[in-house]
């Protein structure tokens, strides 16, 4: 079965530059989703179609794809960023929904 | 606006068998495909299952395949989730989730607050 691969944390300072990796077998095929939850809460989307911003997402946050990586870059980091942060893709060849392990993404 | 509004969750013993409802609004349910995900504590999301929109075709993630069943009823604006045979390992919170738009690569764009299943003697 497709895997997606995410390191478990990233710490940055606010104001830096955060960015967040998702790997893949040949991602770059794939259409990448990004999904933004903080504790207790139900998850949003935050990036779609690999580099799309939904309305009411700041111009802070952007989405790139390799070959074999899908990357959340944050620019600007806020306190109000920290949050676990997971990439999903479709498999087709098994008609599957993948999602990588996650990444929590600590504000220092 | 879209809501999705999750029940049936709670305290079940092993063995046991749940139904999990979500009532939609605030779009034309039968028009999308909708998905449970689910999320053991303290871990992350787990794809469960996804049915089109008509419910004619079903779809289930090796952990849900034979225990699972994703059902609806779209003049009720209702989807289903029944799990039969729970093990400690189903214990999670299960989100009810509608795709952003058409299409299987889609994102999951709404989601509801999820139900808590929690499974123990």
């Known amino acids: 079965s497709y895997v997606l691969t995410q390191s478990p944390s990233v710490s940055v300072a606010p104001g830096r530059t955060a960015t967040i990796i998702c790997g893949g077998d040949n991602i770059v095929g794939k259409t990448v989703h990004w999904y933004q939850q903080k504790p207790g809460q139900a998850p949003i989307v935050i990036m779609f179609y690999d580099s799309d911003r939904p309305s009411g997402v700041p111009e802070r946050f952007s989405g790139s794809k390799s070959e074999n990586t899908a990357t959340l870059t944050i620019s600007g980091v806020e306190d109000d960023d920290e949050a676990a942060y997971y990439c999903q893709v479709w498999d087709k060849s098994r008609d599957h929904w993948v999602f990588g392990g996650g990444t929590k993404l600590t504000v220092l | 606006d879209v809501r999705l509004l999750e029940s049936g969750g709670g305290l079940i013993q092993p063995g046991g068998s749940l139904r999990l409802s979500c009532a939609a609004s605030?779009?034309?349910?039968?028009?999308?495909?909708m998905i449970w995900v689910r999320q053991r504590p303290g871990q992350g999301l787990e794809w469960v299952s996804r049915i089109s929109g008509s419910g004619s075709s079903t779809f289930y993630a090796d952990s849900a395949e034979g225990r699972f069943t994703i059902s609806r009823v779209n003049a009720a604006n209702t989807l289903y989730l029944q799990i039969d045979s729970l093990g400690a390992d189903d214990s999670a919170v299960y989100f009810c989730v509608k795709p952003g738009r058409g299409g299987a690569a889609a994102d999951f764009g709404f989601w509801g607050q999820g139900t808590l299943v929690v499974v123990s003697s």
């Open positions: 605030g779009f034309t349910f039968s028009d999308f495909d």
